[in-house]
């Protein structure tokens, strides 16, 4: 349309959409006047008055009609159309009221659970980490897996030579978890920290809040006390001064130089992590060689660079290594997108929940469709007199959509408050096992699929009753009765199909929950190893000045657990450099005397190594199933021993008794006698060095699941605390308190807090937890998932028992005249309840096998979720199609007993 | 429902638009004049006639004043607008193109 028709157009088109009344009102005018004319001048020629009026309506082809089409012509006749249908839908919904609540409800729930579990999905899953580009980062380790570890950490020389030679890389940083005790301040606090490379920084690319970061000018040894404080810890600890800039702290009771503050944002290598400072050693400090391999490698690919391609670099640089080093026999290089290895172990759990969801849903909507066929067919005569007096068949189609989408944008709006509700309680719900739950929000990727679920199912479940306009047949629907038209079998025949969808699909929610039911309960069925009840777990990190010496760390520890012990009502305490789920690992080489020396360093055995005070058995509850426990004659002024775990002993021992057997935590010498050489020739060894220390196996003790409850269990080496002296062993002074205690374990916190401060002042204590606590939170993940996909199963158990007793109460009413003939002709009320129980059970009997093997087909994809139970199970599949049956005929007694009851005279003269 | 006229597409609107070029009429006078000039060769319902010209009205070809008609009873009357007579100055030149070409065509069948 050109501009002056469009500008002298404008007018009429304001006055048509702002003077809707009056624009009716001139049609209706212009129309009568058309009719009146059309009528005199047909009266003048001679017809009848009546005849004439008659006449000229029809001539104008129906004035309903053509006032619609001229209607159609005006403009925004959509946007006037869907006005008008939502105010008719909401006005039809509101006349049924319980119909309206219903449907509403389950889609509310429905949508409200996807919508919830997406913004899981999004925010754990598919964002990207929160980093610039963070599509290239990716985690680099050392392999070796001829000694069964595919990932290790990294020795800082392999990663100082991988990221100078490799071709695939922009940058690459190291860094490794580490902890200070922060002094000089009341109270001294513990804090997470992270030494790492100042290259770290190009990686992850992080905004200083305040200041600047280190440069690897502060990796040199002697300019290494600067510090990077996190914004949690500024703000907490200095109140958010900004003159903290070049101010020093006292870490670990040395003092270092703040450069910078870190936004709160910034949250590498852990969420707790507040203070970063640079991985520095001093020239010649065994930390900083090939053979110690502790530090965590990221790298930043650069662009259009694959990971395999980067693999493939990487595999070379390695190779050279190997080449060169022997320390480094077997080293190789494995990398992996950081996001996968971050998030990859959650995938299939949040997987599983979805489709679990997904399925609530389909369910949901399945329900919702049965009540909209239902209410169709009771609406079938106003349909029908709808369309005898003008309505176009479209137009209706579009007036029952816009209902159901009204019904889905309704159930849609409360399920993503329920959502909203649901995303901010995930903080509460205590651990569940997810990494970046902190990034879960319902922001605009999960509200699109919200939007999208509305359109979906508004779609999905108004379909059905769409198929029924097209039959509509004027002549013999308005002469039948409504109730009449009702049973009509294609009907019948499609809520019959949609009720074995939601048996079938509800079964497999039901399989599902059982299985993982079943599995946690053999989880904590299984022997730990340990006793987790009455015990109290804390670490404790001796650093700085007061504990140089290996005596002086020696000394703090007998203390500690002495006087620990001697508080009233402790059972026993102890020290050990590692605890069940405490998450630390430790190992060392592993020898036998007496068996062949292996021709590589490769090839020596490494073990689980711990070094444990004499009470740890006794207070972790732990079994010596052989031998003797240790106990404190075993110092340093006596031979020194050591106890074994069962699977040390059946590995290296498989058909011989290891106690008495002497070993050694260190290579044999012949593989190390260059580095016992240089390490005399530097003084670190006494000239006189004699060889490693051997020990003598004492004990075996029952296996400690100590990496988690459904993890294998390593070899493990245990030694005396006090026998772990110098030349070839310290004692740490990271360890864990292991107390056992006669009441509530909780109850001894401030004691035992109140002990240490006595002891050191400024040395804090951390992550005082129960042991039973650390045992739930290694269950947090699939505890949550067996409620998630049990409650989704609940939830489907209901919509089924209410779609049953639904449909069945609806076909009963349905039938009364049927079933009133029928009790006339001799029927007894028996007969009756068995034809509609038998209604009931023909759905049940088809829905349960679909179920059975739609689960014994998905089942195979959560397998690994399982833990010692088969995903095909009979047991389980038995009894919750047993449920399954049970409750759905349950739900068609109440239907099938009013069938009993009706009474053939008054179901009859009703009629 | 009625059907849409049986006319070539566009060719009421051109009818309309020639009819009001001569003077202001109400809608029942249009369709007495079509029925008038075109006889019964051209079958226009009045069922289509009201829709097209609602549609010319919103196109901007014409507008509508109500007045009082000759039997006192208010009518509403429509007229070409400027943009509407250069519509149809169009229209026609499009109709005499296609009809030209037609017959053209037409003719040499016959021959």
Same mark, same amino acid.
């Given at each position: ?20 009344? $009056? ?18 001048? +047909? ?12 006449? +000229? ?94 990932? #290790? ?39 997470? %920290? ?110 259009? !660079?694959?990971?395999?391609? +980067? ?17 480094? +026999?077997? !080293? ?80 849609? /709006? ?36 919200? %939007? ?13 009753? =769409? ?48 299985? =993982?039911?079943? #599995? ?32 002086? /760390? ?109 070993? #050694? ?14 390490? /005399? ?57 292991? !107390? ?37 939170? #290694? ?35 349905? $039938? ?13 009320? $028996? ?81 | ?111």
């Amino acid at each position: 349309m050109n501009l002056p028709r469009w500008i002298a157009a404008l007018p009429v088109r304001v006055r048509s959409i702002v003077g809707r009344a $009056r624009a009716e009102n001139d049609l209706d005018d212009e129309l009568s006047f058309h009719v009146a004319m059309q009528a005199r001048a +047909a009266h003048e020629a001679g017809t009848s008055e009546a005849d004439a009026m008659r006449r +000229a309506r029809l001539d104008l082809g129906g004035v309903l009609q053509t006032k619609e089409r001229c209607r159609d012509t005006w403009p925004l006749r959509w946007a006037e159309d869907l006005l008008h249908d939502i105010r008719y839908a909401s006005r039809g919904l509101r006349r049924t009221p319980a119909f309206s609540l219903i449907a509403i409800t389950v889609l509310a729930l429905g949508i409200g659970a996807n919508t919830a579990l997406f913004s899981v999905i999004s925010g754990v899953l598919l964002r990207p980490l929160p980093y610039p580009d963070a599509n290239r980062l990716v985690r680099i380790w050392s392999a070796m897996p001829a000694q069964g570890y595919p990932r #290790s950490g990294t020795a800082l020389p392999d990663y100082r030579t991988w990221r100078a030679t490799n071709h695939s890389f922009e940058e690459m940083g190291a860094s490794h978890n580490t902890v200070y005790n922060l002094t000089g301040v009341d109270p001294p606090e513990r804090l997470l %920290a992270a030494r790492m490379t100042a290259s770290m920084w190009q990686v992850l690319r992080p905004m200083p809040l305040l200041g600047t970061l280190f440069s690897s000018d502060a990796e040199q040894w002697g300019h290494h006390r600067v510090v990077v404080v996190s914004e949690g810890l500024w703000k907490r600890r200095f109140g958010a001064d900004p003159s903290i800039l070049g101010r020093t702290v006292q870490l670990n009771g040395q003092p270092f130089t703040v450069f910078g503050v870190l936004p709160a944002s910034f949250q590498y290598p852990n969420a707790g992590t507040e203070l970063w400072t640079p991985e520095s050693y001093a020239p010649g400090d065994a930390m900083d060689s090939r053979s110690n391999r502790f530090v965590d490698v990221i790298g930043r690919l650069k662009p259009a !660079v694959t990971v395999p391609r +980067a693999q493939a670099d990487l595999a070379v640089v390695a190779a050279q290594i190997r080449q060169q080093f022997p320390e480094n +026999a077997g !080293v190789d290089a494995t990398i992996q997108s950081w996001r996968e290895d971050i998030v990859g172990g959650v995938r299939p759990t949040l997987l599983l929940l979805w489709g679990a969801v997904a399925m609530v849903l389909l369910i949901a909507c399945t329900n919702v469709a049965n009540l909209v066929l239902a209410r169709s067919l009771a609406r079938r005569q106003e349909l029908t007199i709808r369309v005898a007096i003008g309505a176009g068949r479209g137009r209706l189609a579009r007036q029952l959509l816009t209902e159901n989408m009204l019904l889905a944008s309704v159930g849609a /709006i409360l399920g993503v408050g329920l959502a909203y509700a649901l995303v901010h309680s995930l903080p509460t719900l205590g651990p569940i096992g997810m990494p970046r739950l902190g990034e879960v929000r319902l922001d605009r990727v999960p509200l699109a699929f919200a %939007a999208g679920l509305a359109v979906l199912t508004g779609v999905g479940f108004g379909v059905s009753p =769409l198929r029924y306009l097209r039959d509509v047949d004027l002549a013999n629907d308005l002469k039948e009765s409504a109730r009449s038209a009702a049973g009509s079998t294609s009907q019948s025949g499609s809520r019959r199909v949609l009720l074995i969808a939601e048996v079938s699909l509800s079964l497999v929610l039901l399989i599902g929950a059982g299985l =993982l039911i079943v #599995s946690l309960m053999r989880l904590q069925q299984i022997d730990p190893g340990f006793r987790s009840d009455h015990v109290l777990t804390a670490s404790v990190n001796l650093a700085g000045a007061r504990y140089q010496k290996h005596e002086q /760390i020696a000394l703090f520890v007998r203390e500690l657990i002495d006087q620990v012990a001697m508080l009233p009502g402790v059972e026993a305490a102890a020290a050990s450099t590692g605890i069940p789920l405490g998450r630390t690992g430790w190992g060392k080489f592993f020898n036998i005397d007496g068996r062949p020396v292996p021709s590589s360093l490769a090839q020596v055995p490494t073990v689980e190594y711990r070094q444990v005070t004499p009470a740890y058995f006794q207070a972790l509850g732990a079994t010596v199933s052989r031998g003797r426990a240790f106990t404190p004659d075993d110092d340093a002024q006596r031979p020194r021993v050591a106890i074994v775990n069962e699977t040390l002993a059946t590995r290296f021992w498989p058909n011989e008794d290891p106690i008495g057997s002497r070993v #050694s935590a260190a290579p044999p010498e012949s593989l190390i006698a260059d580095e016992i050489a240089g390490a /005399i020739a530097a003084g670190q060894l006494p000239a006189d060095f004699q060889g490693v220390p051997r020990l003598t196996i004492v004990g075996i003790v029952r296996d400690v699941r100590e990496r988690g409850l459904d993890r294998e269990v390593a070899p493990t080496l245990y030694v005396p605390y006090a026998q772990a002296v110098p030349p070839n062993e310290d004692p740490s002074g990271s360890f864990f308190l292991v !107390v056992r205690t006669a009441t509530d374990p909780v109850a001894y916190r401030q004691p035992i807090e109140a002990l240490v401060h006595r002891l050191d002042p400024d040395l804090p204590i951390a992550n005082v937890q129960t042991l039973e606590a650390r045992v739930a939170e #290694s269950l947090a993940r699939r505890r949550f998932a067996m409620m998630a996909l049990g409650s989704f199963a609940g939830v489907a158990l209901l919509l089924v028992v209410a779609g049953m007793y639904g449909v069945m109460s609806y076909l009963v009413t349905q $039938r009364r005249r049927e079933f009133g003939v029928r009790i006339a002709l001799g029927a007894t009320p $028996r007969d009756l309840l068995g034809l509609v129980l038998s209604q009931g059970l023909q759905i049940t009997a088809i829905g349960i096998p679909l179920g059975l093997l739609t689960a014994g087909v998905l089942s195979q994809f959560a397998a690994g979720q399982l833990f010692e139970v088969e995903p095909l199970d009979p047991r389980i599949y038995g009894a919750t199609a047993l449920v399954m049956a049970a409750v759905a005929v349950a739900a068609c007694a109440l239907p099938a007993l009013s069938a009993a009851r009706l009474d053939p005279a008054m179901t009859l003269r009703q009629e | 429902m009625s059907k849409p006229s049986d006319l070539v597409q566009g060719t009421l609107d051109l009818l309309i638009l020639k009819i009001l070029a001569l003077e202001p009429m109400h809608g029942w006078a249009i369709s007495q004049r079509l029925r008038q000039i075109s006889g019964d060769a051209l079958q226009v319902s009045d069922g289509s006639l009201y829709p097209a010209l609602h549609k010319l009205e919103q196109e901007g070809s014409i507008k509508a004043q109500w007045r009082t008609s000759d039997l006192g009873r208010r009518a509403k009357f429509y007229e070409l607008t400027r943009p509407g007579r250069k519509q149809l100055e169009l229209e026609r030149a499009n109709w005499e193109r296609l009809s030209s070409a037609i017959s053209a065509v037409v003719k040499l069948r016959q021959a």
